[in-house]
């Protein structure tokens, strides 16, 4: 029996480039929806990231963003491509871009535009910023997002090497872009209950804030704070690593007290827990707070 796609039946038209938003339309993708993509004139960018010379055009990264889609070249300055987009958009449940307001303004497809082609159209704008904030209208990449939010900080607070540094990945697009996708399941929800569109904006910088601060708020989510500084230390313990053995490297989290004293036996080495339990119950000794948890 052949089981149905959990989003089967809903059409996306889909105007993003690079990571952020072709992620987020890829994992719509993944999970059934249609995807029609509109790349501009020279093509995503992304076409170029680690192209084989064999395959010009279509680097791998492009393929694993844009699996699953559909892709069409229209110029929207002709009346041709425009009137091709509209009928497009008239079949389609979402519209979803990451074009700057002013520019999808100029091309006759901000939101209230497009409402009038398709008045319960879920609209979706990825933006680097929110567009009621300050940097507001600002473009914004995964390293700016990766600087702002915090993120780059965070390395030297482990290893006290003061120059901020970057994650090796592009987590600041890949987060926001699931960022996006759960927006875009929760206003399809709201659809299909009240049969009425939305408008929703996906910011990467407001984002990656959230995603960082999650943990790293920790004691300041108090006002007043109840301990400084207020990361989560036991992220930033620079003992918390994989360790190395005879032939590589492991990586293990007992996590709990009861984990670790089965840690300790399974490894042959008890006695440590003995022996530091001794050391505790001396008169003057003290508890070390981290391994107390």
Aim: charged residues 25%; hydrophobic residues 40%.
């Amino acid at each position: 029996m052949k089981r149905q796609a959990l989003l089967e039946g809903i059409r996306i038209t889909d105007l993003t480039t690079v990571f952020f938003g072709p992620y987020c339309t890829q994992t719509l993708a993944d999970l059934g929806a249609e995807v029609v993509k509109l790349e501009p004139a020279e093509g995503d960018t992304s076409r170029i990231i680690g192209t084989p010379p064999a395959t010009p055009g279509m680097g791998p990264v492009f393929m694993r963003l844009n699996r699953g889609k559909r892709t069409v070249d229209w110029d929207l300055k002709t009346e041709a491509g425009r009137e091709a987009m509209r009928r497009l958009i008239e079949v389609s449940d979402v519209f979803i871009h990451n074009i700057r307001t002013d520019a999808i303004g100029r091309a006759g497809l901000g939101y209230d535009e497009v409402r009038k082609i398709r008045p319960d159209i879920v609209y979706v704008h990825c933006t680097g910023f929110d567009e009621t904030g300050p940097y507001a209208g600002l473009q914004a990449y995964d390293d700016i997002i990766q600087a702002a939010s915090g993120l780059a900080q965070l390395l030297p607070m482990v290893d006290g090497n003061p120059q901020p540094r970057f994650m090796p990945a592009a987590i600041a697009d890949k987060v926001s872009g699931l960022h996006a996708v759960y927006g875009v399941l929760a206003a399809i929800i709201h659809k299909l209950r009240t049969g009425e569109g939305q408008f929703v904006e996906v910011p990467m910088f407001e984002s990656m804030v959230s995603f960082n601060t999650l943990e790293h708020l920790c004691d300041n989510a108090f006002v007043p704070a109840t301990a400084s500084p207020g990361y989560y230390q036991r992220q930033l313990d620079p003992t918390r690593q994989p360790m190395r053995t005879k032939d590589g490297y492991i990586a293990f989290a007992p996590y709990l007290d009861d984990r670790w004293i089965r840690f300790f036996e399974a490894a042959g080495h008890a006695y440590v827990l003995r022996r530091s339990a001794s050391s505790t119950n001396r008169p003057g000794a003290r508890t070390c707070r981290r391994c107390s948890r």
